[in-house]
């Protein structure tokens, strides 16, 4: 079932069209990634799905009883009240039922059992286990520690929280709104590769549909079985997640290029025809070459140039020679802030051009160990010696190495002043760069922008050993594989603090997992590393259950004790049975008076009434007590098992 379709969607800005005739099909299980360069229209394409933006033609169509659900709709909305009491704000009128079902018991406690008031509890109760209220909280929590909450966050107030956490609680948000169509516009940003794996799993047990727009190629192949494209202008849909995707298009492209060929070449060999007929000259001759030219007139008609690819930066990494075998060695590194220790006992063994990734949950101190090695941070305790002819180039994700007073043109040549200003326009042009946008003020750069400065400043640098933190953020997919493809062929030693798991598989030599008690270094990419950390979860799971039984069998070994406690156990579990019987027959008697109570003739009767209230009131303290006594044998039977 087609539960949303986009129909010739055209969207322009001032005077120049954006995209046009965008048509797209979403079943109601659909899992569709949206990818494309930087400015071809994704997030607004979103906007139009999502009613913020008026297409100028077309519109979008969607199945009856759908809700569609994106970030922005979810802002955080009082920056006072706690991150899980705002989380929970999406639950609202489970939270209002809930505080109804509170006050009816009150009131039933204090003596009001009229048929409204216990039907509207009946009704209250039915629909707030129907649609939730018994796991809401329960599934609140679960969310927040999945995308990389503590349990001691969940009391701060959202103030005090950083632009990332807040973009995590509006995730959270829409993850629990219940939306049947989700609509996702980077989710990955800001979130660690733990976190991106609780969301991956979320999503591909997610029993709606969503359209997720990510430069997160791995994630993307993990949660996606279509894909969108946004090129030239339009949309175009490949059947299969981004990998997939890639395999199709480039197949597509190779036959749309041997069919031109083949087009073009029979129009030439026709137009050879034509020109033979006419230097012959004879008047038979002229009819023929008129029939042929009619001929390639109607090839041309049909002929379909391939697109062209969009432009990519040539990156291009050149690493001075020379250098010793052991690049870096660390040991012992540790570094505490304001008494708070970021990690201890960090090590490292870099060997001359290795590839290595520093991984780890987020605030676990990746970027503080490279800031170290750098010499911008010093040490607590431990230390770190580079090889002889070892020259460090440090690629900094906030580009602090950029000055926003200056242009680009500046930036760069303040930093290479032997170049020629030729020679720096030519390297700013292959990394897109060109004509006016030299004269760009830095400050006024977009993310992406500054990210290319950063680079290109870091290429022309020709250090032997690159220390990059996060160097595909803020770069599309087609620029992310042009910088993997400059890295795999540089000739030095790169150590890469990153989440870019798709980089992490096409280059890693070793992994470093760095947390608060030091390093653990894993050799192999990132599935070597996900393929170990199963293979040491299902060895722990397995000695648990070796353990486990290990103490069975001991105490099976043990005929008398296993007797006496069989025989307690039957003991407790007779007088459990007994408490629940006893328990259901004040129930029944206290609901059978409280019917009694409830006919007009007796509800007239003040002295009847009053004695009906007695024998109720006697009867709830008797449950009370059944109650305790009920719960005391639970417990010592649970003691038992």
Known sequence: MIVLSGNDISVSFGGETLFHDVNFRLEENGRAGLVGVNGCGKTTLMHVINGRQEAETGGISKAAGIKIGCMEQYVIRDDNI????????????LIDAENELADIAVAIDTGDHSEQTLSRQMQLQERFERDGGLTYKSM??????????????????????????????????????????????EPTNHLDITACEWLEKFLTEYKGAYIVISHDRYFLDKVTNTTFEMENKTLHEYKGNYTRYLDLKAEAREAQQRVYDRTVKEINRIEGIVEQQKRWGQEHNFITAASKQKQADRLKETLEKPEELPEAIKFSFRAKDGGANDVLIAKNLSKSFDGVTVFRNAGLDIKRNTTTFILGENGCGKT????????????????FKLGNNIQCGYYDQAQTDLDPSKTVLDEVWDKYPGMTQTEVRSALAQFLFKGEDVFKNVGKLSGGEKAR??????MLSKANMLLLDEPTNHLDIHSREALENALANYGGTLLIVSHDRYLINKLADRIVWLDKNGTVNIDGNYDRYIELKAAKEQAEQTNLAVQAKAVTEAKKNDYKERKERESTLRKLNGALKRCEQAIEDVEAKTAELAQQMSQPEIATDYEKTSKLAEEIASLKE?????TAEWMELSEQIEAFT
Not at 622 to 626: F, G
């Open 82 to 93: 706690t991150l899980y009491d705002e989380v929970l704000e999406i639950f609202r009128p």
């Open 368 to 383: 503080t160990l490279l800031k170290i090695l750098m010499g911008q941070y010093q040490p607590d305790n431990g230390e």
């Open 622 to 626: 008797k449950e009370e007590a059944l």
């Open 453 to 458: 400065a950063s680079l290109l400043k870091l």
């Open 140 to 185: 609140t929590s679960s969310a927040l520690i999945g995308l990389g909450f503590s349990e001691e966050d969940f009391g701060k107030p959202i103030s005090v929280m950083s632009g990332g956490q807040k973009s995590k609680a509006q995730l959270a948000k829409l993850l629990l709104s219940g939306s049947n169509i989700l609509l996702l516009d």
